[in-house]
């Protein structure tokens, strides 16, 4: 991947991470478990976050396709402190957002959204 693009990679998901401020990181991931673009803080490892989101994206598609549901969208956990969303970006890349307790799950949803698709031109 060129340079460019990887800094626009990072550039968007700051852009959303400004967008809405409850979005506290945001990664892009291939589905080998390997990162590709980050805006996480010091204390989130890079390649933690990259193997279970590859993880957990990879069994969400079986489940989805096994269940006749088709195509996985996304992914949503719930935890006691926040958000963790996963949605693909193609088929070799999701993208793994982490949003605190006052996040607005459809606001995060429709930028996530709008982020995949840019991310995906840029590979």
């Not at 998901?13 to 401020?21: C, D, G």
């Amino acid at each position: 991947m060129a340079l460019e693009n990887l800094n626009s990679m990072i550039a968007r998901l700051e852009a959303m991470k400004q967008a809405i401020p409850e979005v506290e990181a945001a990664a892009v991931v291939s589905l080998d478990g390997l990162i590709i673009a980050s805006a996480l803080p010091e204390n989130i490892s890079d390649d933690r976050v990259s193997a279970m989101s590859a993880a957990i994206l990879s069994l969400a598609e079986s489940i989805s396709n096994e269940m006749g549901r088709g195509c996985l969208e996304q992914v949503f956990t719930k935890g006691c402190n926040g958000y963790v969303i996963l949605t693909a970006i193609n088929d070799h890349a999701g993208l793994t957002v982490l949003a605190n307790e006052q996040a607005k799950p459809g606001l995060v949803f429709l930028e996530m959204r709008r982020a995949a698709e840019d991310l995906n031109k840029l590979f």
